[in-house]
């Protein structure tokens, strides 16, 4: 059976990509009704009304593999009756043109009876970074997947890397690397790392709920953190700002929590009451740090 869709870029029926979407080291443009349905390292499923719709899985460092080898590792994973074809165009098989900066070969597996399963493989030209993205191939949808296809973009070229996903927005340095990530209902807390530094990121709604069951400053400490860091006190406190960290050792102590490398820890929570939401961002480092460190990432972490 062969894949073919008759579409061309004259007869695609133009969508509002109203959303962005920036993930670690990967951004595109998506329908105002796309979410991430599923976050990793490196991976991201988007879905809409509950149905999964795309994709995408990528290396977040310079892969070993080269563009062919990639497309034949995906062979092999699939059982032998399965029918796989592949073809290398600089332009999308539906005439809409291949994302700016990438090698792309694409690829589309029939399943047998069900809607063929498309997919692409994209090789960064500036960095050799491969991404493999895959969908079902619905009549009704591949115009909106196409489009969004060609809105991808590898930041690898960036002074600050977005980080854009549901109702945040964050600038990080590239040295921050994703270590973990969680999205509950009511909370979600990213953590990054480099070296020996740990950075967190927090976003709590709505805030009304939260702050009447505590007052602010319990619910950071409390809350938040836990017994964990019991030893973390309120240096700056306001009606909508709380700024806490570790008493920082004289004398002895000082030397002695350099011996035993205890880690040095600073916090600010903010209530963002136009939105309805509480920030925060940690900071976590063996070496000595100061609360001013984190106004950087205060001023470049934002929610809408």
Not at 171 to 199: I, N
Not at 242 to 269: M, N
Request: aromatic residues 12%; proline residues 5%; hydrophobic residues 40%.
């Amino acid at each position: 059976m062969s894949f073919s869709v008759n579409s061309s870029s004259a007869s695609l029926q133009k969508i509002s990509l109203s959303r962005s979407i920036a993930w670690d080291g990967i951004c595109f443009q998506v329908p105002e009704t796309w979410f991430p349905g599923r976050l990793g390292k490196g991976d991201i499923g988007i879905e809409s009304a509950g149905t999964p719709l795309f994709e995408a899985k990528w290396s977040t460092c310079r892969p070993q593999k080269s563009l062919d080898q990639a497309v034949r590792e995906i062979r092999r994973r699939l059982p032998r009756s399965t029918s796989f074809e592949t073809h290398s165009a600089r332009v999308w098989p539906f005439g809409v043109a291949s994302p700016t900066g990438f090698d792309a070969m694409y690829f589309a597996v029939d399943p047998k009876n069900e809607a063929w399963e498309l997919g692409v493989v994209l090789c960064c030209r500036r960095c050799g970074r491969l991404i493999v993205l895959q969908s079902h191939l619905y009549q009704h949808f591949f115009e909106e997947f196409t489009q969004v296809f060609s809105s991808i973009t590898d930041m690898c070229n960036k002074k600050r890397v977005d980080w854009v996903v549901y109702d945040i927005r964050a600038q990080l340095d590239p040295v921050w690397a994703l270590s973990s990530c969680s999205f509950a209902p009511g909370r979600f807390e990213l953590q990054f790392v480099r070296e020996r530094d740990t950075l967190r990121l927090y976003r709590f709604a709505p805030a009304d709920v939260v702050l009447r069951r505590l007052p602010f400053d319990k619910f950071v400490k409390e809350g938040v953190f836990s017994s964990n860091t019991t030893d973390m006190r309120i240096r700056e406190e306001g009606v909508d700002r709380i700024c806490i960290d570790t008493p920082r050792p004289q004398g002895l102590q000082r030397v002695l929590a350099k011996i035993r490398r205890r880690a040095s820890q600073a916090a600010v929570f903010w209530h963002v009451a136009s939105a309805n939401k509480i920030l925060g961002v940690y900071l976590s480092s063996r070496r000595e740090i100061a609360l001013r460190e984190l106004d950087a990432f205060v001023t470049s972490y934002e929610t809408f």
